[in-house]
């Protein structure tokens, strides 16, 4: 997610040689200049970082560590600015959230994956469909709301958004919601017509906080657009869409830098559970590809069952896993978003994953057999893969639509990954994973892929 600028400040950090080397720090900061801005990173933002990394830098010595530790300080301030982090409960249940934004700029797919979001934490989630403007916006979240189990109001039969917020919210405190999330309309631009439509639903359901969907892809315009709804409607924070597909991803340095709003989800993917929590310190931490355990901590915990995880392990140890098994690991690493979101938390993969960061648990090809092989198993098959002979995986190969040879494959790939998972959770197992990986680190600190190890 944070590949570009994450590799662009690497380069700017490896200039940086040798202590008190000013003509290094020269280079290093004008590489900076140039990856800011190249990234769409917001001028004024570029300009106040660069400046004062400069003069931390040189205040502390001029050295990788301190040029480093500048980058940290700087990053943080930025990325700061005063109000909530992530998604914050209201004392009186229903929490109230306005989702506001431009026509096209994932409003009512970002009002979805937050009820996944709240509903994966054990949240009552209720979605209001306020967005009458746009055609089939209403059917639109009727869909997502049906994906991602919550409840939906709407009332087909009313043509004031006013009148269904209301309804809505009464709902909401009658039936003990937790939230209401209420997705309101959009126009292609900032008009007087929209401003007052939803002047009326503020006015009429008094939110707790007022969320703001910016297109990442707009560039700047996103966080022109945030500044105009600010001044109009008032915000409490951004949510960034579409993060996912910006290449360049600086609008996410300086919007909360330039609106004075800060920045509360990042939509990281197209999946309804990709939508990340921003919190400056572990973005930064990521920025300067150091990962974020925490957060993926944070992200696991909230989906897998706990119980069922111990189970599992006890099976790999003994050398049980089966096919049920990976089913239902299958069904809960799906809830984790994409690949590509997860990759960027762990330290020193983010620039090594290569395709890794493209699978996808639910639709790739080779899942697809894999699960298509599975359905053609008998359950006493899926329970003791050991009991697959010949005879038997020409008959699951027959009714799985696979040849001979693709069923030999999966079948030898999972025994070797059962046995690799049972090596691993044996005592030393770790251990010896992470001497591997000390080995694979090459000389002047470098891990695969040229990346540096960064200071904390």
């Not at 900076?32 to 502390?60: M, Y």
């Not at 009148?163 to 909401?172: L, P």
């Not at 945030?226 to 949510?239: H, M, N, P, Q, Y």
């Not at 008998?378 to 693709?406: C, F, H, Y």
Request: proline letters at 4%; one cysteine or more.
């Amino acid at each position: 997610m944070f590949d570009s600028i994450t590799g662009s400040i690497r380069n700017s950090i490896n200039k940086i040689r040798h202590k008190d080397d000013a003509a290094a720090l020269k280079k290093a900061i004008t590489e900076l200049k140039k990856s800011l801005l190249k990234a769409d990173v917001h001028h004024k933002t570029s300009k106040e970082l660069i400046t004062e990394v400069e003069l931390e830098t040189k205040r502390n010595g001029i050295g990788q560590d301190s040029f480093v530790n500048a980058l940290k300080q700087e990053l943080n301030k930025i990325l700061s600015t005063e109000g909530n982090q992530g998604f914050v409960f209201s004392n009186t249940p229903p929490t109230t959230i306005l989702m506001t934004g431009l026509q096209g700029s994932g409003k009512t797919t970002t009002t979805g994956k937050l009820a996944s979001y709240l509903k994966t934490r054990k949240k009552k989630v209720l979605v209001a469909a306020c967005d009458l403007q746009r055609l089939a916006a209403v059917e639109q979240l009727k869909q997502i709301a049906q994906q991602v189990e919550v409840d939906i109001y709407f009332d087909d039969n009313e043509k004031n958004p006013v009148v269904i917020a209301k309804n809505a919210q009464e709902k909401a405190k009658k039936e003990l919601y937790d939230v209401l999330l209420i997705d309101t309309a959009g126009r292609l631009a900032i008009d007087e017509e929209l401003m007052n439509q939803l002047a009326d639903v503020k006015s009429a359901v008094n939110p707790d906080e007022i969320f703001y969907v910016a297109d990442s892809l707009t560039g700047h315009d996103a966080t022109k657009t945030a500044i105009t709804f600010k001044e109009k409607i008032g915000i409490d924070g951004v949510v960034l869409s579409k993060y996912d597909g910006d290449t360049k991803g600086g609008v996410a340095l300086s919007i909360a830098h330039q609106v004075g709003v800060p920045l509360r989800f990042i939509g990281t993917g197209e999946k309804m559970p990709d939508l990340e929590v921003f919190i400056p310190d572990r973005i930064v931490s990521r920025l300067l590809g150091l990962g974020d355990i925490e957060g993926l901590a944070e992200k696991t915990s909230a989906v897998i069952d706990e119980k069922k995880a111990k189970e599992v392990t006890k099976k790999i140890k003994k050398g049980e896993f089966n096919f049920n098994d990976f089913l239902e690991q299958l069904a809960m690493m799906s809830k984790l978003g994409s690949m590509k979101s997860i990759i960027g938390m762990i330290p020193g993969l983010s620039q090594m994953a290569g395709p890794i960061k493209d699978m996808d648990f639910e639709n790739s090809d080779e899942i697809k057999r894999i699960k298509a092989m599975i359905s053609s198993m008998t359950p006493k098959e899926r329970e003791q893969p050991s009991l697959i002979n010949p005879s038997r995986k020409r008959r699951i190969a027959k009714g799985s639509g696979l040849t001979d040879v693709q069923v030999n494959k999966i079948l030898k790939q999972f025994k070797n990954a059962s046995k690799m998972a049972k090596k691993l959770s044996s005592k030393g197992g770790m251990k010896g994973l992470s001497n591997m990986l000390s080995q694979m680190q090459g000389p002047g600190g470098q891990m695969p892929g040229g990346m540096p190890k960064i200071p904390r």
